[in-house]
């Protein structure tokens, strides 16, 4: 395996002369592709800011970002929108669909906004819909379906394009525990069965225990790490229970 994207030495603060704020102080790491990282950390811990960086939502202080060797802190501010676009796919917990568009609409409108040819987009919607399990819902409108369909016409909405990399931010955050398992089982899926790189930020331990490899981020630095392995979910969730607990942050509900 090789890595698909890489930090070096990121840095981000806020403020400037005594009133600056580190909100990360020194991460390095790699993800390898295919792989499902998870992100966990309480609030103030870097974790969101470090997503942002990655996504180029946000611009770091200092270091480099590497996706696919392609130096993500160069970017030029112009060409920020169009590599999004383009290399990454996003899933976030309030869903982001457009209520006046079906849930097929929904979907196609990442393919129309990089300009895939109007024959190709039905079939491909057709194709990612029956992975996802939502081809029976494809003509109705996000009030009309679940809070777990609409997550999953999201995922669709993300992976469609096959994104380099694809970000998650608190995705069951808004979902109750039965959607909560049903989304974190499609994401698992989409890893295995369709190859995603996968990159989650959560605070909460079940919804961690999806991941292969988590990270711990304390005060913006990387606490310590732990690989699922051989590990059965179970007993990785006790793992990361474990190491919450340690870190003062073992408050995380199991659903």
């Known amino acids: 395996m090789s890595a698909i994207l890489e930090l070096e030495h990121i840095q981000k603060y806020y403020g400037n002369g005594e009133a600056v704020t580190k909100a990360i102080k020194d991460i390095s790491f790699s993800v390898e592709k295919g792989e499902f990282l998870g992100i966990m950390g309480t609030s103030g811990s870097g974790k969101t800011t470090l997503l942002h960086c990655i996504s180029t939502i946000d ?36 869903f982001n669909l457009l209520d006046t568009l079906t849930i097929s609409e929904n ?3 990442a393919l129309t906004i990089n300009k895939v040819p109007a024959g190709e987009v039905e079939p491909r919607i057709f194709d990612i819909a029956g992975k996802l399990n939502i081809s029976d819902i494809l003509d109705k409108y996000p009030y009309q379906v679940s809070g777990g369909q609409k997550q999953r016409c999201a995922c669709a909405r993300a992976i469609i394009n096959n994104p380099k990399l694809l970000l998650a931010d608190e995705p069951t955050g808004s979902l109750d525990s039965h959607s909560s398992q049903m989304l974190l089982s499609t994401i698992q899926s989409i890893n295995e069965k369709l190859g995603a790189t996968i990159l989650m930020v959560t605070h909460d331990a079940f919804t961690a225990s999806y991941a292969g490899r988590i990270l711990f981020l304390q005060d913006g630095e990387i606490l310590t790490m732990l690989n699922k392995g051989a590990d059965s ?23």
Do not use: W
């Not at 270091?63 to 676009?85: M, N, Q």
């Not at 979910?233 to 659903?255: A, E, P, W, Y």
């Open 107 to 109: 979907i196609a409108l």
């Open 233 to 255: 979910r179970t007993d990785f969730f006790q793992k990361i229970l474990n190491v919450l607990t340690v870190m003062g942050g073992g408050r995380s509900h199991v659903c």
């Open 59 to 94: 611009t770091v202080s200092a270091g480099h970002i590497y996706l696919e060797g392609k130096d993500v802190t160069e970017i030029k501010p112009k060409s920020l929108a169009r590599f999004r676009r383009e290399n990454l796919g996003f899933i976030f917990q309030d």
